[in-house]
C-alpha cells in the first residue's frame, strides 16, 4: 500500500520554513540540502528563489538558504544563522580563489580551471568556470540566478584574478519547472576571443555553444596522465568533444591519434585544437561517427591506448540499470578490440552511478572478454572540484587506467 505523499503546511512566518520533528539532523552534520518530505511548514507568501531560515521543530536556527520547489527543497548558505554574512558571495568566491592558488592552478602556463564547484565550495547550486579573463557561470538553482549580478559583480573584484568578462550561461541547468527563462548573456564585459591555456597546451573554448561551460576542466590531471603513456603508442581517443585528451596524446610523442565523436562540431572543434597546437602534423585524424558502430567496425590489435570518455549514461536514478549495460557494452568492446599490452583510460561522470557500481560493470565487461586486466590508477575529479566532506553526493567522476593483456 502506497503511503500518501508529505504536503507541508502554510504559515504565517514570514522567510521560515519549519522541519518536521526529527529531520533536523542531516543539517546538524552539515549537509547543505533540505528535502521536501523534512518540511513541517512554509511560508505562505513564498516564492522560488527565496532567502529562507531553516528552523527544527521547536523553532531553533539551523540555516539559511535558497528555496525552491521540488525534490531538494532549501539549498543551505549558512549553517547556524538566519543571516548572510555582509559581502557574503565576495567572501566565498575569495575563499574559493585563494583555495586554487594555493593548489598551483594559477599559472602563466595554465589559466583555465574551476573557480567555484558547487557544494564543495558552499556554494550550492553554482558552478563558475575561468578561462583567462573570462568566467563562466552556471546557476543550477533559482536563488543562484538571482544573486547572479551580485556574484559577476563580486567576481570582478577578486584581486589578481583579472576576471574581465563575465558569461552567464543557465538556459539548461536551471528547474524548468521555475519558469525563469533565463537568457545566456555576458553579465560584465564581452567576447574578446576564447584561447586558453591547460598547462602549456591552448584549446578553443566554445562557451557560447559549446557543452557545459564549454571545456571539460575536471579532466586535466588525467589527461597529464595519459601523455605520460602515450610515447610510441596507437591512440584512440572515444567521445572526444574538444579533442583534449588527444592534445596531450600528442604532446605525449603518440605515433598516432585518432579522434571520434558523434557530432560533427565536436570533429571541428577537435580538429582546431589539434591544429593550435600541432598545426600540419599528420599523425591526427578525427571522425564523426557513432561511438559503439565505431568500435565493432574498426580492426582489432590496432590501438594499444584507447580513451573511453563517454557522457553521462545515468543522469537520474532511475536510468541507473540502462547507464550500467552501456558501461558495460562499452568496455566490454573496447577490451575486445585492444591490443595485447595496451592501456585503457574509462570514466563515467554518471553522479547516479557510484564508485563501485562502475567499477563492478567494468570489472563485468572486463570477465566476460576473458582477457588479463590489472589496475594502474584509480581516477576522479581533480582538487578545484573539491567534495564537501558532509556531502558525498559531490563525487561524481570516476575513472580506471586498465592495462590488459
Not at 559549446?210 to 596507437?234: H, I, M, P, Y
Not at 560533427?264 to 564523426?288: E, M, Q, S, V
Request: glycine letters at 8%.
Amino acid at each position: 500500500m502506497k503511503t500518501k505523499p508529505h504536503t507541508p503546511q502554510k504559515s504565517d512566518e514570514k522567510g521560515v520554513i519549519r522541519l518536521r520533528p526529527g529531520k533536523e539532523e542531516s543539517l546538524l552534520r552539515h549537509h547543505p540540502w533540505v528535502f521536501s518530505g523534512a518540511i513541517a511548514t512554509l511560508p505562505a507568501d513564498i516564492e522560488e528563489g527565496d532567502t529562507v531560515t531553516v528552523t527544527d521543530s521547536q523553532g531553533n536556527v539551523l540555516g539559511t538558504g535558497h528555496f525552491q520547489i521540488g525534490s531538494i527543497s532549501v539549498r543551505i548558505l549558512e549553517f547556524g544563522t538566519d543571516t548572510l554574512p555582509e559581502d557574503f558571495y565576495f567572501k566565498r568566491l575569495l575563499s574559493a580563489y585563494t583555495l586554487r592558488r594555493s593548489l598551483g592552478l594559477i599559472r602563466s602556463d595554465n589559466d583555465c580551471f574551476r573557480l567555484v564547484h558547487g557544494e564543495g565550495d558552499f556554494l550550492p547550486g553554482l558552478i563558475v568556470d575561468i578561462y583567462g579573463d573570462t568566467a563562466v557561470m552556471q546557476a543550477h538553482s533559482p536563488g543562484m540566478h538571482f544573486a547572479r549580478r551580485v556574484i559577476a559583480e563580486a567576481l570582478t573584484r577578486l584581486p589578481e584574478a583579472r576576471i574581465r568578462n563575465v558569461y552567464y550561461k543557465s538556459e539548461t541547468t536551471l528547474p524548468y519547472k521555475a519558469g525563469l527563462d533565463p537568457e545566456n548573456e555576458y553579465l560584465v564585459g564581452s567576447y574578446d576571443g576564447n584561447i586558453a591555456t591547460e598547462n602549456g597546451l591552448q584549446f578553443n573554448i566554445d562557451w557560447l555553444k559549446g557543452q557545459k561551460t564549454g571545456f571539460f576542466v575536471d579532466q586535466r590531471e588525467n589527461r597529464s596522465l595519459l601523455e605520460k603513456f602515450a610515447e610510441g603508442r596507437t591512440v584512440l581517443n572515444m567521445f572526444c568533444y574538444t579533442g583534449g585528451f588527444s592534445v596531450y596524446a600528442m604532446r605525449g610523442g603518440a605515433v598516432s591519434v585518432d579522434s571520434v565523436d558523434s557530432s560533427t562540431k565536436a570533429a571541428a572543434l577537435t580538429d582546431a585544437n589539434i591544429a593550435l597546437n600541432f598545426p600540419g602534423d599528420p599523425r591526427h585524424r578525427t571522425y564523426a561517427e557513432d561511438a559503439f558502430k565505431f568500435l565493432a567496425d574498426m580492426p582489432g590489435d590496432k590501438y594499444d591506448l584507447i580513451v573511453l570518455d563517454p557522457p553521462a549514461f545515468a543522469k537520474h536514478r532511475g536510468a541507473i540499470k540502462n547507464g550500467l549495460i552501456g558501461y558495460r557494452k562499452l568496455n566490454a568492446k573496447a577490451f575486445e578490440k585492444i591490443k595485447s599490452g595496451g592501456i585503457l583510460f574509462t570514466f563515467s561522470c554518471s553522479q547516479a552511478i557510484s564508485r563501485d557500481m562502475f567499477r563492478m560493470a567494468v570489472f563485468t565487461a572486463a570477465a566476460r572478454s576473458g582477457r588479463k586486466v590489472r589496475i594502474l590508477h584509480q581516477l576522479s575529479q581533480p582538487a578545484d572540484h573539491p567534495i564537501d566532506i558532509s556531502h558525498p553526493e559531490g563525487e561524481y567522476l570516476k575513472g580506471l587506467v586498465l592495462y590488459v593483456e
